[in-house]
């Protein structure tokens, strides 16, 4: 068992498709800020090399917007690590649009469509309290 817990919450209106996406995009803000999370790469009996994976499972959850808003808040206030999408970024096109949309709302306004927390397993727990596991 792990001391830390990966973990994402999406907003459960979405179409499967920007679920997938959104997953994608969010985890990989975990990875490259925390380091420690990803184990080497993987190798087959070939000697083919593959690139490194997290090491410890992602766990991933579905609320309403009212509770993403409500664990985004409470995963900050925690000092949890926290990466965020929201609706806007459906219609970027690239990254820095991206962090123009994010910049460009208070954090009580954002129209979150999915968090990515990384921290103490309970101290996440706590913050997405009242989120079902997706489906």
């Known amino acids: 068992m792990f001391d ?6 999406l907003r459960d209106d979405l179409a499967v498709w920007q679920r997938l996406n ?3 995009f969010l985890v990989s803000g975990i990875g490259t800020a925390r380091p420690e999370v990803v184990g080497e790469a993987y190798r087959d009996a070939d000697g083919t090399v593959y690139l490194s994976e997290f090491r410890q499972p992602v766990m991933v959850f579905e609320g309403s917007r009212e509770l993403l808003a409500a664990a985004r808040a409470k995963a900050v206030a925690r000092g949890l690590d926290v ?3 929201t609706a806007d970024m459906f219609g970027t096109g ?3 649009d991206n962090r123009a949309a994010v910049r460009a709302v208070r954090a009580d306004d954002l129209d979150l469509v999915g968090i990515a927390v990384y921290g103490p397993k309970n101290a996440v727990d706590k913050a997405f309290k009242g989120a079902s596991m997706h489906p």
Do not use: E, Q
């Not at 830390?4 to 919450?9: H, R, Y």
């Open 83 to 85: 990466a965020v999408f």
């Open 94 to 96: 690239n990254d820095a």
């Open 4 to 9: 830390t817990k990966i973990a994402v919450l």
């Open 22 to 24: 959104v997953t994608a």
